[in-house]
C-alpha cells in the first residue's frame, strides 16, 4: 500500500454516517478499519470494497476495546485517523427519565470514545481523532437532554485533550444537523417503552410531549441531511493538514450555535414560544 495513504479506525460503522465513512475513505484507497458489532455487518461492508476490515468492538466494554486494539495492530503499524462516530439518542423528559437509561447514553456517547482515544493514543502520534459530535452539543434541545449532555460533555473533554495532548494528534469536533439515519427512531421507539410504564399522571403530563417528539423523529427521518454529506466532510477533514477545532455540517447546526449564544432566559422563552407553536 502507498505509504501516503492512510489508515483508519471507525466506530459505529454499521450504518448512517460511519458506514459511509467506511466506504468512501476505502473508496480513496485507504486502509479502513470498521467497527461493528454483528457478523453480517462485517460481511457487508468488507464485501463493499476489500480495503474495509471490520472489526468487532462494543465501545462500552474495555475488554472488547482492548480485543480490537490488539487486532489493528497486528495489521498495522499505526493509525492516521481514529474516528469515534459509535452512538445512541436516549429521548425523555427530564422528569420521566430513566437513570439506567442516562448512564448508558454517557457509556457509549462519551465514556466510550475516551476509552478508546487513551487505548488508541500511542498508534496515533501525529495522527488525528474526529469525534462525531451533534448540533445538539449546543445544548438547547429539550426531550433529548441526554443526548444533548453526552455530546457536550464530549466536547469539552476532547478539547481538553486538544490542549494537553504531548503527540501531535489534532482533535476536531464534526457537528452535524440532524441526519437521516436510524438514531432517531431506535431512540423513539426506546422513549415510546419507557413513557408507556410511567404512571398515569405522568403519561397524562406528557403525552403531548411524546407525541411531538415522534412528530420530529418521523420529520429528521425524511428531512435531515444525508449521512453521505456528512462523511464527505470528514474525509475533507482528514486530508486537511490543519484543520479547526470544530465544524457545523448543515445550516441548522450553524443556527443552533448562535441560538445558543443568546442569554439564558431569552432562549429558554423563546423555545417555550416555539413549542407552544407546535
Request: net charge positive; aromatic share 8%.
Amino acid at each position: 500500500m502507498n505509504k501516503e495513504l492512510k489508515t483508519i479506525f471507525v466506530t459505529g460503522a454499521s450504518s448512517g454516517i460511519g458506514k459511509e465513512i467506511s466506504k468512501l475513505s476505502a473508496d480513496k484507497g485507504y486502509k479502513v478499519f470498521a467497527g461493528v458489532r454483528k457478523k453480517s455487518d462485517k460481511s457487508d461492508l468488507e464485501s463493499y470494497n476489500k480495503n474495509i476490515t471490520g472489526v468487532y468492538i462494543d465501545v462500552t466494554n474495555i475488554s472488547s476495546i482492548d480485543k480490537a486494539f490488539w487486532f489493528i495492530i497486528k495489521h498495522a503499524d499505526k493509525l492516521d485517523v481514529l474516528i469515534n462516530n459509535a452512538g445512541i439518542a436516549v429521548a425523555s423528559p427530564v422528569e420521566c427519565l430513566d437513570i439506567k437509561k442516562l448512564k448508558e447514553q454517557f457509556e457509549v456517547n462519551t465514556f466510550g470514545p475516551v476509552s478508546i482515544a487513551q487505548k488508541f493514543i500511542p498508534l496515533l502520534k501525529g495522527g488525528k481523532i474526529i469525534n462525531i459530535s451533534s448540533m445538539a452539543a449546543s445544548g438547547i434541545f429539550p426531550y433529548i437532554s441526554p443526548y444533548c449532555a453526552s455530546k457536550r460533555a464530549l466536547d469539552i473533554i476532547f478539547n481538553s485533550y486538544n490542549i494537553e495532548n504531548k503527540d501531535n494528534i489534532k482533535v476536531i469536533s464534526v457537528k452535524p444537523a440532524v441526519i437521516r439515519t436510524p438514531i432517531w427512531n431506535k431512540s423513539i421507539k426506546s422513549a415510546r417503552e419507557l413513557f408507556e410504564n410511567q404512571n398515569d399522571i405522568l403519561r397524562e403530563k406528557y403525552i403531548k410531549d411524546l407525541l411531538l417528539l415522534e412528530k420530529n423523529a418521523s420529520e429528521g427521518s425524511k428531512t435531515g441531511i444525508d449521512a453521505k454529506y456528512v462523511a464527505e466532510k470528514v474525509l475533507k477533514i482528514i486530508n486537511t493538514q490543519n484543520p479547526k477545532p470544530s465544524y457545523c455540517v448543515g445550516i441548522k447546526s450553524n443556527l443552533a450555535l448562535l441560538f445558543s449564544l443568546l442569554p439564558s432566559d431569552i432562549l429558554n422563552k423563546l423555545i417555550k414560544l416555539r413549542l407552544e407553536k407546535i
